[in-house]
């Protein structure tokens, strides 16, 4: 993270110093990289090639109490468990730099783990503390293989029993870690005879080892055990029942309010582990008498890339300073974190493309870690609502941050050494709509530099679009309109957070402006897009024209860029 020795923000393990961690928590990152170099290159993609279960990295998070001391909130556990979000980054980062399987692990866990901490069930609590300190892993069972996203259609069923107990019936879908999980957390209704009766949510734990449950296979192939699960009728007493009603229902969602962030931290970990191969690679390797670095699309292709890999991380790391500052009373995260999961992820997938481009053949070779990043970079789009489901979230909150700005106390960088409480008592997820942000032009009129004001001149024209030529009628229902324009809101907010950063954390002039003249080119590529949309309407095709905007080229900008992507050659490679 920031602070390693060598240029830029990337992560590297040789160079890994997290000075703003305590000295337990270092040496739990420590100890995790160092157990991840000890398997090394060839055991790691071996295992992923083949779908070997990592029941030695099971083992090495029971020894080294990983789990417990991350995930368990304050109050509960030992005296250095406590669930600090940016704690839990490094984590995310370092599992999903050695493979996306290990992180998943984890995510799984997280997500299984939220409906028991935001629950009203103490009892389970402490049950799960110590279940975590006994080294288990967790599963959170939402989706059903019928029903998709749509989880109001759900069909697992809790059944009350004359005596006060239930009993579960019903079948789950794609479960992360449904093999071993100690407490497998399932979302489900509670079955009710009488038809004028509404619907009652309800999240229960069971255990994936009980003779009522089931397991019936892995849906991938991959280390990773994504299961398929049948409870048939497993016993459920009060002690089970972790959250029911409305409030079961809020808990789903804002489990996976806090957890979609991490996808973006896994995004990061890939691709600055496949941008060390790359440049490795590529820096070495000789044709017609010079070096495929020598090549200008080559060193086009990665400077774009580790602009954008720069990007993500900023982003995701300003992120994190909202959502630990989050109240009832600032509830912004609640835009940023989507952005995170759906934004930096789908820039992961730009970044892997730019540097498969660049490395060609030996990105598919069975040894690399590359081949595993360029097919694990795919998932993250797709996990925890998609593209298009965040996008169709983020959309709510324009009207707002682009009209109706509030004040609030500035946010500074969130790296202390507190349980983020609120995320286990947020309200409910609902009157998105009425969230306000800060002054996006605030930020922006702190900077000059030419690529900047040329994206904030595109933004004002966005702006004008909107309020002289706003969505009308039917296109408020036109999801494909709508999609268009998200994504150029959503570059919006993506680069007011990472400014924010290029701020606080003094990243040079030359990283900025180039990261600027990827997202004026973006910009550029999105206005295209709606312009081409069938709903869009001809004034609102007019602005979208407006707004395709050329970059500023400055060769010696570029040049130190380039400087410092070279400079990471040959500074990290994993041992065979
Ligand atoms: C590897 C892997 C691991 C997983 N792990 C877990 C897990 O541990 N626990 C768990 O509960 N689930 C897990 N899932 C399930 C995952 O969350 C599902 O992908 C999700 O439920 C969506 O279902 P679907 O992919 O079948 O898409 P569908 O629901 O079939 O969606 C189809 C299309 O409709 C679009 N769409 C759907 N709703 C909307 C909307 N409201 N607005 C706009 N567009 C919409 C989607 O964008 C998509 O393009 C996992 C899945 C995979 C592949």
Known sequence: MAGNAHPGILFNPHAYEASELDSASRSLMESTITYFESLGKNRITSDDNAGVW?????????????????????????EDSR??????CHFSEITAFYSLGYWYAWQVSMLGLGPIWMGENEEAKRRTAELLRDGGIFAFGLSEQTHGADIYSSEMTLTPNADGTYSASGSKYYIGNGNEAALVSVFGKIANDDPDAGVEYVFFVVN??????????????????VSAFTLHEYPITDADVLVRGAEAWNVALNTINVCKYNLGWASIGICTHAFYEAINHAGHRSLYGGLVTDFGHVRQLFVDAYARLTAMKLFAMR????????SDEDR????????????????????????????????????????????????LPKLEGTVHVNIALIVKFMANYFFAPQEYPDIPMRRDATNDTYLFEQAPTRGLGKICFHDWEKTFSKFDSLNISIFRGQVLILRSMLEEAGPEGSQARDIDFLLAL????????????????????DISDAVTEQMFDVFVRDFSAYATRLHGISGTTERQAEFALAMVKRPNADAERFNAVWEEVSGLMDTYELAP
């Open 54 to 78: 990592y029941a030695d990295f099971c083992d090495f998070l029971a020894e080294s109490g990983a789990f417990a001391t991350l995930m368990t909130p304050a109050g509960y556990g030992a």
């Open 83 to 88: 669930w600090d979000t940016w704690r839990n």
């Open 208 to 225: 994936s080892q009980h003779g009522a449950y089931e397991l019936q296979k892995n849906t991938v192939h991959s280390p990773m055990y």
């Open 319 to 326: 992120a994190n300073d909202y959502m630990r500052s989050a």
């Open 332 to 379: 912004r995260y609640l835009l940023y974190n989507p952005l995170v999961k759906m934004k930096v992820t789908t820039e992961g997938e730009h970044v892997v493309d730019a540097l498969w481009d660049v490395i060609a053949a030996k990105g598919f070779e069975a040894d690399t870690y590359f081949q595993m990043a360029a097919r694990h970079i795919r998932a």
């Open 486 to 505: 998200g994504e150029l809101f959503s570059l919006v907010v993506y680069a007011q957070l990472i400014l924010e950063n290029v701020e606080l954390m």
